[in-house]
């Protein structure tokens, strides 16, 4: 009686700082790039608790399992875990929904085979209520980490398994968490299922309150999905693509964000004297961010750029060195033609981006020192040579040039890093396998109006008690 009344008073209290203060805030920030710029209209009505005019959850048959995979990120540690299950269930209706537009773009290009997607509605009891109701999932799985107080209550509410996919908990969020155990701690009591990525993410979603009996560790599907989809013919198609010659030397800058962008530009300029072949593909971790990057090579006095949607108009390289991509979903097929990669998001504040997408073509990568979201990644990759940290322009540049003069021993060096994510391999079967579990145990209370709550039988790897 007490868990419910905390439950009622914190998800009272939630509501109305979200009502009250979140949705005028919001209001405010987001209108003018509504409005004005375009941007989130392909999602507003899906923020909103509006399903896409051409799915009609109803008609699906049972079971039904909905993934939400936050964005681009999410998609692609949810790809392999979604393969599986349609192996291990394959008359289930399975359904996705991301948060971005960029991962709806990704999981409709990489997910074909969904029963429907759509946008997770915003954390309002009207949206997601009007969403939860239509589609009324027998599980729901969250990828990695994303806690919203009433979906979860609709969903517990509307009679669905809940689970939490490739869960992780980073350095920077789990203080915060921590400090909100008494609001988190309800909502993840309704969750059935915990499967983290590593002892540590376990470790912490306990102290945040998840109940140990239900936390797994099955390791991080983002392992699989790196050696996923590797094809043979992906270098020398970005090389014709780009019009780069075959013994070109090639710079991929992964994912960078503004402060990084500078970066990586000066350390082209202080190499491409001493290699003269040397070409720089520049990829920015959002692409509206482009303006930023040409006014950085502006500032420096560079050649204009190549961009990357020119190729859409039938315009060719030309010779210019410097490639701005412009595009989204493109980046890991372009690591492939790679000499030297930096990946972004470690030189800035921003805990890091996916280092395991070069590392699955053989490539040496260099980071900067804020990788908190991929610690283990890059504990793995430094631990064989295959990953280096940069502290900033100097080291960055030192570090490309000592590639670039010994492609042989980086080569090695990146074999090691690939050879070790392949010992990783195997995440996603183990997800799956134990979400599948979930299923005929929650058609089996709906039709016998059991409790919500299951018996599971013994985890695989459970969380060891402290």
Do not use: C
Not at 242 to 251: G, N, T, Y
Not at 266 to 293: C, M, S
């Amino acid at each position: 009686m007490r868990l419910v009344s905390v439950d009622l008073m914190d998800r009272l209290l939630y509501n109305i700082v979200l009502h009250a203060v979140a949705a005028p805030l919001m209001a405010v920030y987001y209108s003018p790039s509504i409005l004005f710029r375009g941007k989130y209209r392909n999602s507003l009505r899906g923020k909103l608790g509006l399903l896409p005019g051409d799915f009609h959850p109803e008609l699906l048959p049972r079971p039904r399992v909905w993934f939400h995979a936050v964005s681009v990120g999410e998609v692609v540690a949810l790809g392999p875990v979604f393969k599986v299950m349609n192996e291990l269930v394959p008359h289930a209706s399975l359904i996705v929904s991301t948060g971005t537009e960029t991962g709806q773009v990704r999981a409709r290009d990489t997910i074909p085979h969904a029963a429907g997607f759509l946008y997770l509605p915003l954390d309002f009891p009207a949206f997601v209520d009007r969403v939860v109701t239509r589609v009324q999932p027998d599980l729901f799985v969250l990828m990695e980490t994303e806690l919203w107080p009433n979906l979860i209550h609709s969903l517990k509410v509307h009679g669905a398994a809940i689970a939490l996919a490739n869960g992780r908990i980073s350095d920077r969020s789990f203080p915060r968490y921590r400090k909100l155990r008494v609001l988190f701690e309800p909502t993840l009591g309704k969750m059935d299922l915990f499967l983290m990525t590593t002892q540590s993410d376990a470790e912490r979603i306990a102290a945040m309150g998840a109940p140990r009996d239900r936390i797994h560790v099955t390791g991080n599907t983002k392992f699989d999905a790196a050696l996923a989809h590797v094809p043979t013919r992906s270098e020398a198609d970005v090389r014709e693509r780009f019009d780069i010659p075959p013994a070109a030397r090639v710079l991929v800058a992964g994912s960078t964000h503004p402060g990084e962008h500078e970066i990586v530009l000066d350390a082209f300029n202080d190499l491409k004297g001493e290699f003269p072949d040397l070409i720089l593909i520049l990829v920015p971790r959002h692409v509206e961010k482009t303006p930023l990057v040409l006014d950085a090579l502006k500032a420096r006095g560079m050649d204009d750029p190549f961009l990357r949607s020119s190729l859409d108009q039938g315009e060719q390289r030309r010779g210019r060195r410097v490639i701005i991509v412009d595009r989204t979903g493109e980046l890991f097929r372009i690591y492939s033609a790679a000499s030297a990669v930096f990946v972004g998001g470690s030189l800035v504040p921003r805990g890091g981006q996916n280092l395991l997408e070069p590392a699955a073509w053989g490539q040496v990568v260099l980071f900067g020192p804020s990788m908190e979201d991929f610690r283990e990644a890059r504990d793995l990759l430094v631990r064989v040579g295959a990953g280096i940290e940069v502290r900033g322009r100097e080291d960055l540049t030192r570090q490309i040039r000592s590639i670039l003069a010994d492609p042989g021993n980086a080569a090695r060096s990146g074999a090691l890093g690939r050879q070790e994510i392949l010992k990783h391999v195997g995440s996603s079967r183990s997800n799956a396998e134990l979400l599948a579990g979930l299923i005929p145990m929650r058609i089996q209370e709906r039709k016998i109006g059991g409790n919500f709550f299951v018996q599971r039988s013994s985890p695989r790897s459970p969380l060891k008690k402290l």
